[in-house]
């Protein structure tokens, strides 16, 4: 006995747990062609998101249809070790249990590290489960496992020793509440509400003064230089002097640098080359001194000599009053500026002066940029091509030292100033001794620093099959067939991939990259939780369904653009559920018998599903390989919600009382079946399930393993036929419920005769299917065009519903009056892109054909309706 209601939870566990039962997601290199996807890892801090559901749904519908395929497909799971986002979340705990960072060692943190991830690190995979991601969990890997750790080490070794990474003393980005480094692409940059202070700079032994604009006061007591352009007439006087520092008291220098914008504020520039990429370089060519006013916390330095200890924002406020109680404050501005912010702690990145490491990026970058721009690595959608061309047109040097203890530790050895780069101490200690010879291995100190999450990630898709040391499964699953991921990290993660697999593999690590747009809310705003606008993923599987919710997400998510997410859609996604359960039910309620032979109309709706069903897979094919999923998954639903189930099942359900052939209910169960099949990859809990209360619980294998339909022949004329038969039955319905017509009552309709109307009545099965559905005594060809009763056009065809009641002749002809002004716009549009000559000469003749054809029905159907209304109006 099947259900009264479809129960999304009890299902959803059941298949589950048998799917992971009979190892289906399971892969292992074989003679099938490989399918092969690396998850995006996600934060061991995260949990499910919204960003989360969309993307693994789409991964998920992509492997479960190449396994239908037959294709060996792996999807392969982890999780990414997050420095500075776990560092911080370890902090915390510690904190809260009254344990400061700073007073254990490296190892003793390190220590609690693990036991956090072992703790929570697994989580947001085991929610991946409740969508129902069809991961190979065997393979789980994790960025900072023994594997992966050995790649990321090998690699930097690697890097090292070709020369395309080095340590240098640069400018970088200082996050002072994570207290690290960060690369460019880790900083947010937005305009916020600042202010601008014009302060007076007293040269030296004159009571003259220079006035400098600065959004930064706080940085003052760093200053080393005043800058002016060279061409400027306003400074020209004051070549060789020397200006005060306000407040500080100490004298520097007027310089002249072509940098200087003089139409920027004032024209004069204070130069601060410990705190401004732009002033370091000033400074380089004028050898000043580089004064760092702040501590790695973002608090005033012992050489800022004021406010020691401070917080760099609290300073701002005093150093302001300090300078206007100096008088050296000209006026005060509101002011837009850039403010680059840590994407990970969103505190205000300081520019700072720092020995770190770096990846030489145009070393590497020539065979990525070309991969993308021939379509060796195809993205979808195409536009942002561009964006990874400029940006690879551009790159910088990649910073990937972090100042943490949780990641992967630099293996870089020092002693006496000499540092030695190897895979294990012992390497390093071989090498150094070459130089030293009394040299004992505990007089190396290995760098304190660990390396940029990313620099794991951007091996992610060679380090899962364990790439650098076994070839095996590198060969046969590597390139990889699809990433899907976010246009977030276009620069952060995908185009450092390509790098790397066009550096180790000489080939690129994905055949295709296909980028979903950003989840927000239906007023476009990015869902955060801070806005409250973001819904609990969990808790809208728990209340709609794993299928609703994938069906939601995908149904809001166009290729590439951003997904306006609607609660509305999930809820749709699970009345769907529930459309297709009842239909279930309904077929399950059919009896048979042996004695009752299938009808030719049964038969024709069945001809009619199957070509329907080879056209939709090969517009579903098509989408696929174009990865327009949400239209694909469209499709499906209208054909389902509306051909499947209120069309063909009334053309086959037996009257009330009354039995079905068993050749028509195989027939139906045949189409289910495929609709699983199908709708599966979409779906697959629902499907699973139908599937298996179709087969009756017989052992006919699962759903999850049946065969995706595939493109074929259809026959374009038998379904256009039964087209017209509902077009038909839909006018006359509406007849009906103009006129007061009861459904029980049956009706003669009339055609007036024309090869097309001669071809509709001889297909066989036609005229049973629409007396069936539109309740009539019978439908007929006739010659005579004057027949009275309440007509219609189908097609080209004139339709006449024979009336016993009188006829509203009034309301008839202008309904008429009104069909006519409808059909001479439409007739006009076709004949006005026909007229167009680029669209005649440029179109494919297939397109230019159906807008011909359109063009003659059209004209037709004035014609018959030209003519109603004249025998209206006599």
Known sequence: MISPKYNPAEVEDKWYAHWMDKRYFHSEPDE?????IVIPPPNVTGVLHMGHMLNNTIQDILIRKARMDGKNA?????????????????????????????????????????????????????QLQKLGASCDWERTAFTMDEVRSDAVIKVFVDLYKKGKLYRGNRMVNWDPEAKTVLSNEEVLYSLEQSKLFHVKYKIEGSEEYLVVATTRPETIPGDTAVAVHPDDPRYAHLEGKRVIVPVIGRSIPIIKDAYVDMEFGTGALKVTPAHDVNDYEIGNRHNLAVIDVFNEDGTMSADATIYLGEDRFVVRKKFVKDLE?????????????????????????????????????????????????????EFFPKNQ???????????????????????????????????????????????????????????????????????????????????????????????????????????LWVARMVMAGYEWEHKRPFDHVYFTGMVRDKQRRKMSKSLGNSPDALKLIE????????????LSSPAGGDLLFDEKLVEQGRNFCNKIWNALRLVDGWETDENVTISEGEMLAYHWMVNKMNALAT????????????????????????????????????????????????????????????????????????????????????CIISTFPKPAPYDQVLIDRVEQAKDIITNIRDVRNKNGIK????????????????????QSGWSEICIKLGNLRSIQLSDDESLKGIGFIS??????????????????????????????????????????????????EVVVAKEKAKLADGMERIRILEDDIRRLQN
Request: glycine share 4%; hydrophobic share 40%.
């Open 32 to 36: 099938r062609p490989a399918y092969s």
């Open 795 to 844: 097609g080209t065809e004139k339709c006449v519903v024979i009336l016993q009641q009188e006829i509203n002749l009034e309301a008839e002809l202008e309904e008429k009056i009104k069909e006519l002004e409808y059909q001479r716009g439409f007739v006009a549009s076709v004949q006005a892109k026909l007229s167009n000559e680029r669209f005649v000469s440029g179109a494919p």
């Open 385 to 491: 091509k561009n964006i990874y061309r400029h940006w690879m047109e551009n790159i910088k040097d990649w910073c990937i030292s972090r100042q943490l203890w949780w990641g992967h530790r630099i293996p870089a050895y020092y002693f006496n100033g000499d540092v030695f780069v190897a895979e294990t101490i012992d390497e390093a200690y071989n090498e150094a001794k070459s130089k030293y010879v009394d040299l004992k291995i505990e007089d190396l100190h290995q760098d304190e620093d660990v390396l940029d999450t990313w620099f794991s990630s951007w091996l992610w898709p060679i380090s899962v099959f364990d790439g650098f040391k076994d070839r095996k499964e590198l060969d046969y699953y590597y390139p990889t067939s699809v990433l899907v991921t976010g246009w977030d990290i276009i620069f």
């Open 543 to 554: 209340d709609f369904g794993a299928d609703g919710v994938r069906f939601g997400m995908l």
């Open 619 to 702: 517009d579903i094919d098509k989408n696929f390989k174009e990865y327009r999923l949400s239209e694909a998954l469209m499709s499906i639903y209208s054909f389902v919600w509306s051909d499947f189930c209120s069309w063909y099942l009334e053309m086959v359900k037996p009257n009330f009382g009354e039995k079905i052939s068993i050749q028509s209910r195989e027939n139906t169960i045949q189409i289910f079946s495929e609709i699983c099949s199908l709708m599966h990859p979409f779906m697959p809990f629902v499907t699973e399930e139908i599937w298996h209360q179709l087969k009756n619980g017989n052992q006919d294998g699962d």
């Open 325 to 377: 109680a100096a008088d050296c404050i000209i006026k005060i501005e509101d002011y837009q500026n850039n403010v680059g912010r840590s994407e990970r702690t969103n505190a205000v990145i300081e520019p700072r002066l720092s020995l770190q490491w770096y990846v030489d990026m145009k070393a590497l970058s020539t065979p990525a940029a070309e991969a993308v721009a021939s379509d060796e690595v």
């Open 74 to 126: 792996c999807w392969v799971p982890g999780t990414d070790h997050a420095s500075i986002a776990t560092e911080a979340k370890v902090v915390k705990m510690l904190r809260e249990k009254g344990i400061k960072k700073g007073d254990l060692t490296r190892e003793q943190f390190l220590a609690y590290a693990w036991e956090w991830k072992e703790k929570y690190g697994g989580i947001i995979l085991e």
């Open 743 to 762: 459904m029980k009552d049956e009706l003669d309709v009339l055609m007036i005769k024309s090869d097309r109307a001669q071809a509709l009545v001889n």
